[in-house]
């Protein structure tokens, strides 16, 4: 399995990017997508994820007004589009993926980290004031 995560870089405050992660090795649309995202000297925290279908998504709540994760399973990808990007968003940022188990599910159970099986190596997102 692979996820390829890009589309980082270096942008004002203020600006935006959008974020993909290609998928392989993994039957794609069986899996719930995460976006985590680790800033220098901090813990590793979540960022967004989004369910299978691509019709349920949840946030973090300080994000949800500027991030937004959607999926398209004809191409294996995931996208994180950030918008009015601030300084303290500068981090690391790792798409995962997680195997759903169950017909039913509660995608806000997908927050925590230990829930993903894959992780993506990571694509570093700078935010200048």
């Known amino acids: 399995v692979q996820l390829q995560a890009s589309g980082g870089g270096l942008v004002q405050a203020g600006g935006s990017l959008r974020l993909s992660c290609a998928a392989s090795?993994?039957?794609?649309?069986?899996?719930?997508m995460g976006w985590f995202r680790q800033a220098p000297g901090k813990e590793r925290e979540f960022v967004a994820n989004?369910?299978?279908?691509?019709?349920?998504?949840y946030y973090a709540d300080s994000l949800k007004d500027r991030f937004t994760i959607s999926r398209d399973n004809t191409r294996n990808t995931v996208y994180l589009q950030m918008n009015s990007l601030k300084p303290e968003d500068t981090a690391d940022y790792y798409c995962?993926?997680?195997?759903?188990?169950?017909?039913?599910?509660?995608?806000?159970?997908?927050?925590?980290?230990?829930?993903?099986?894959?992780w993506g190596q990571g694509t570093l997102v700078t935010v200048s004031s």
């Open positions: 090795g993994l039957f794609f649309g069986s899996h719930i």
């Open positions: 989004i369910n299978t279908n691509g019709r349920n998504t």
């Open positions: 995962a993926a997680a195997p759903r188990r169950s017909v039913y599910y509660d995608i806000s159970d997908y927050r925590e980290s230990g829930r993903y099986d894959y």
